[in-house]
């Protein structure tokens, strides 16, 4: 092993500023599975080969636990589903995976189309974006709405800054580095977090009183929020005013720069590849001026856009698990209490599964499915992705309604973006700016 990658400072730079040539570098000289220790966490046990991914995803949900720390865990709290282990992580995600079948996903479809066409509004006025911000306003939109349901725009405005402010005070240094988790008398970026955090829990808990007044339904439209306030574990037992708000929070963290990030990604290489472009384009072209939302579910190429999107720069890169019990990966003994991990980056550019893997080819989603422990941008068993389906979802009305009303130009095509760590996940290293004028009134 290089001198670089031996000191774990070194080694942690490195992965966050070039993921994919750091996890590649690794696996070419230590072999798969290959061990990982960064300055924070244990040291991981890593696979990135799909018969790994496979061995992980299969085995029973009792053999893994979350790892911690987490370093997000102060924005999701304590019974945030990403940290629950055994059955209460069972029970509450079949509580909570009824709120993300199709039909409720699609009743939030009128909503993203509404605040799509609202930003492109102001994009066409100024003639220019820049990727990351955009999406993440559609995306924080987007989810705010969902969750929470507000519609009156003042009211969406004092939403959208308290929760902007509870995750602007999760400051890198407060999430890499634990012991400035620690309030001096009022001040310091803990005492900071810890005001917004209360603030937007005091929101949050004037619309669970509203909603718990208005009396529920679990129908498709409505928030989120006010389906979960009316939902019962099997005991019958409802949850609790700090269990709701936990779950709204990290739903709201998990479902908004993820989506984004995996947009930023789907456009660049969009404008990158015109022969990509030209493809979806065509493609577009056969929906009506206002077309049926539902009939985006019936475009091959826009999905597979997405997916390669997906696969070329996994927006979460790693997948972690602790071992709650011994257990045998890759044909060696892993004792309890170790962690293990999947990176991603290497899963989706396996030569076997993904040939010129460096290449932008949507065409490869085309006719062809793939197994969930080769194609796992969303991890996989027991603790996949609870909004895969609302980000996909998502991702193809953006896209359908930007590509279709406009006409969008990389200001400085030539520069090349590879993925850097930013916040919670892996997004471009440069920030990516576009001319944009109108094409036809559409949507
Ligand atoms: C492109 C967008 C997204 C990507 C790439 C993504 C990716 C992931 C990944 C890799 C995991 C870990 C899975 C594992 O450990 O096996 C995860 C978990 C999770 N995600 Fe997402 N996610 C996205 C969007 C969303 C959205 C929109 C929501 C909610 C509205 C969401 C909510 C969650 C939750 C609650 C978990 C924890 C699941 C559990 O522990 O059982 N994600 N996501």
């Known amino acids: 092993m290089s001198i670089l990658l031996r000191s774990l400072t070194l080694q942690a730079i490195y992965a966050a500023t070039n993921p994919e040539k750091f996890f590649a570098k690794i696996q070419q000289s230590e072999g ?10 244990k040291e991981t046990l890593f696979t990135g080969t799909p018969e790994g991914a496979k061995e992980l995803f299969d085995a029973p949900a009792k053999t893994f636990d979350p790892t911690l720390p987490n370093p997000v865990s102060p924005l999701l709290g304590e019974n945030s589903l990403i940290l629950l282990k055994g059955e209460r992580h069972k029970q509450e995600k079949e509580l909570l995976m009824p709120l993300f079948h199709g039909g409720m996903m699609r009743s939030y479809g009128g909503s993203i189309r509404e605040i799509v066409n609202e ?17 993440q306003t559609i995306t924080l939109r987007v989810i705010i709405r969902a969750v929470i349901g507000v519609t009156n725009k003042e009211r969406e405005k004092t939403v959208i800054l308290k929760v902007s402010r509870f995750l602007a005070a999760y400051t890198a240094p407060l999430m890499l580095l634990p012991w400035m988790r620690k309030q001096a008398w009022n001040y310091g970026p803990w005492a900071e977090f810890q005001k917004a955090k209360k603030a937007l829990d005091a929101l949050l808990n004037q619309e669970i009183e509203l909603a718990r ?12 929020l006010s389906k979960l306030v009316f939902m019962r574990l ?4 409802g949850l609790s005013e700090a269990e709701i708000s936990d779950q709204l929070r990290t739903l709201l963290v998990a479902g908004h720069e993820t989506t984004a990030t995996a947009l930023v990604w789907a456009l660049y290489y969009l404008h990158k590849y015109p022969r990509v472009l030209e493809r979806l384009v065509r493609e577009l072209s056969s929906l009506g001026a206002s077309f049926n939302l539902d009939e985006i579910e019936e475009l091959p190429y826009l999905e597979a856009v997405c997916n390669e999107a997906l696969r070329i720069h996994p927006v979460v890169p790693i997948i972690l698990r602790s071992l709650n019990e011994d257990f045998t990966f890759r044909g060696a003994f892993a004792k309890k209490g170790t962690n293990i991990g999947i990176a991603t980056t290497l899963l989706h550019s396996e030569p076997r599964i993904w ?9 490869r989603f085309l006719g062809k499915s793939y197994l969930p422990y080769e194609f796992a941008p969303f991890g996989g068993g027991a603790r996949r ?4 389906n609302f980000a996909i979802y998502e991702m193809k009305v953006v ?5 279709g009303q406009l006409d969008m130009r990389l200001i400085d095509p030539g520069k090349r973006a590879r993925p850097v760590l930013r916040n919670i996940t892996m997004g471009p290293n440069i920030a990516l700016k576009a ?8 949507g």
């Open 32 to 41: 798969d599975p290959f061990k990982l220790k960064f300055p924070i966490g």
């Open 119 to 135: 930003e492109i509004d102001q994009w066409r006025s100024k003639g220019c974006l820049t990727l990351a911000p955009s999406m």
């Open 213 to 224: 007044k208005a009396g529920g339904s679990t129908d498709d439209g409505g928030s989120l």
């Open 234 to 237: 099997p005991e019958g037992i």
């Open 355 to 363: 040939p010129d893997a460096k290449e932008f080819t949507p065409e």
């Open 385 to 388: 992705c609870l909004g895969a």
């Open 399 to 403: 896209l359908a309604l930007v590509i």
């Open 435 to 442: 001319k944009v004028k109108s094409k036809i009134a559409k």
